[in-house]
């Protein structure tokens, strides 16, 4: 059986890429070798490299201003690389605390300057966005994290200001049609929504590097990628070609405008269910909801162990919430099919009929 996979990441990928990678495991293209024994300097692999940075800047809708590059180290490496290449050690960054990921980000930032925390919600557990909050004009940067994936929340309105934005878009990458250029800097682990773990994707507006006056260590410096177009030295090879198989899949299933919808729809029925049902209780804002990752609770923690346990026995994984969390998380990835939404919303309709 075939489990339904809602974990948080690394998540479910199409099935049609993972059998497209198994072929490029055992021949790549038909070339005799496989795509683990190429090298990155390869005419084979530098038409991976460039299809996939062109793919991305065409579902973004990118100007020309903007150069995409697949990197090393995780998004934990960006909230390092980001200030270390945007904020002298006398500037200040703004910051959102909204979560896990990015008071991480605040804490890697506050190594290379000052940070401005304009807006919290840990007042209230993370259970909200704060989005009223004004932005000091001589800000660097104002950095989000537009997904909670912890929490479960997400921005679906982003904030306007003059000062550039900075944006993790780990969880919720390729999951909407949105105005990719109002942001000045834009980073994603592959492993959530676009790829197999092992490359950040970095798009960035080449305008703002450059502009601060720390020496930066060649390897982090993001104008060195650019140069190099993004082989300056030997990427995760076959996670940038499993990030082109799912950008060729996202394309070819009708792009941004379609996950969209499916992420809509997919979500618009867990939450209903979640809310018709009194045994369970999903205690984030309403319109601060994620469309990606839903988190909730059953209020009594024996019923919501053996709620997790059902899922279990019946071929639904992922489904514990982050260990400093607890309760019940679901993650509706581009590849997750409506049905498995259906088949989770039918265990908790029948548990709460039975417990309730
Ligand atoms: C998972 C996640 C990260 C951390 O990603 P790594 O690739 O493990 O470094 C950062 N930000 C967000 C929003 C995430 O969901």
């Known amino acids: 059986m075939k489990l339904h996979n809602f974990?948080?990441?690394?998540?479910?990928?199409?099935?049609?890429?993972?059998?497209?990678?198994?072929n490029a495991i055992k021949n790549f293209n038909g070339i005799g070798l496989s795509i683990l024994e190429i090298g990155h300097r390869t005419n084979w692999f530098l038409d991976v490299m460039q299809e996939a940075r062109f793919l991305v800047k065409e579902l973004m809708q990118l100007n020309d201003n903007?150069?995409?590059?697949f990197l090393h180290g995780g998004a934990t490496t960006q909230f390092m690389q980001v200030p270390m290449n945007l904020l002298d050690s006398t500037e200040t960054a703004a910051y959102c605390d909204n979560g896990i990921w990015g008071s991480k980000a605040i804490k890697e930032a506050s190594v290379f300057g000052n940070v401005n925390i304009v807006a919290s919600s840990k007042d209230k557990n993370y259970t909200y966005l704060n989005k009223n909050f004004d932005?000091?004009?001589?800000?660097?940067?104002?950095?989000?994290?537009?997904?909670?994936?912890?929490?479960?929340?997400?921005?679906?309105?982003?904030?306007?200001?003059n000062v550039p934005?900075?944006?993790?878009?780990?969880?919720?990458?390729?999951?909407?049609?949105?105005?990719?250029?109002?942001?000045?800097?834009?980073?994603?682990?592959?492993?959530k929504n676009m790829g197999a773990?092992?490359?950040?994707?970095?798009?960035?507006?080449?305008?703002?590097?450059g502009k601060i006056s720390r020496k930066i260590s060649p390897i982090m410096n993001y104008q060195n990628h650019i140069d190099a177009d993004s082989v300056l030295n030997t990427p995760p090879v076959f996670a940038v070609y499993v990030a082109l198989l799912t950008l060729r899949w996202i394309k070819k299933e009708g792009g941004l405008k379609e996950m969209q919808k499916r992420a809509e729809q997919k979500?618009?029925?867990?939450?209903?269910?979640?809310?018709?049902?009194?045994?369970?209780?999903?205690?984030?804002?309403?319109?601060?909801?994620?469309?990606?990752?839903?988190?909730?609770?059953?209020?009594?923690?024996?019923?919501?162990?053996?709620?997790?346990?059902?899922?279990k026995q019946n071929g639904m994984i992922g489904v514990k919430g982050y260990r400093t969390m607890g309760g019940i998380r679901v993650s509706m990835y581009n590849a997750l099919k409506y049905e498995s939404v259906?088949?989770?919303?039918?265990?908790?309709?029948y548990f709460a009929n039975k417990n309730g």
Request: charged letters at 20%.
């Open 197 to 209: 773990a092992g490359v950040s994707l970095v798009v960035i507006d080449k305008n703002i590097v």
């Open 342 to 349: 259906e088949t989770i919303t039918q265990l908790m309709k």
């Open 267 to 311: 979500s618009a029925l867990l939450y209903n269910t979640i809310d018709s049902l009194p045994l369970f209780h999903c205690p984030i804002n309403k319109e601060d909801r994620s469309k990606m990752n839903a988190v909730f609770f059953i209020d009594n923690e024996r019923l919501q162990n053996n709620f997790l346990e059902e899922c």
């Open 7 to 22: 974990n948080s990441g690394p998540s479910i990928l199409p099935q049609e890429v993972l059998e497209q990678a198994v």
């Open 135 to 161: 932005i000091p004009t001589n800000n660097k940067y104002l950095h989000i994290t537009t997904n909670n994936t912890v929490e479960g929340t997400q921005w679906h309105q982003f904030p306007k200001t």
């Open 66 to 69: 903007y150069e995409v590059l």
């Open 165 to 191: 934005i900075v944006a993790d878009m780990s969880s919720d990458i390729f999951s909407r049609e949105i105005n990719f250029n109002q942001f000045s800097l834009i980073y994603a682990g592959a492993q």
